[in-house]
């Protein structure tokens, strides 16, 4: 694993957090920047996933 990839990991599981926290508490906004991290961090794992595959072809060239 890439950094791209550990960093995109844990913001999605911190986004997973805050989504829960409030969805329980009701709190809409915290609810809502919960998703959007949860999307970002989805993002940043995909880009280091490509780093890596790149990396690896090139490896083999």
């Known amino acids: 694993m890439n950094k ?3 960093k995109g990991k844990a913001k999605e599981v911190k986004g997973e957090v805050k989504e829960a926290t409030g969805e329980l508490v ?3 906004k915290l609810e809502g920047k919960g ?3 949860k999307i970002i961090g989805k ?3 995909k ?3 490509l ?3 790149i ?4 490896d083999k060239s």
């Open 4 to 6: 791209d990839q550990v």
């Open 35 to 37: 998703k959007l991290e």
């Open 55 to 58: 990396k690896d072809k090139m």
């Open 43 to 45: 993002a940043q794992g």
């Open 26 to 28: 009701g709190n809409e």
């Open 47 to 49: 880009y280091g996933d």
């Open 51 to 53: 780093k890596k595959d």
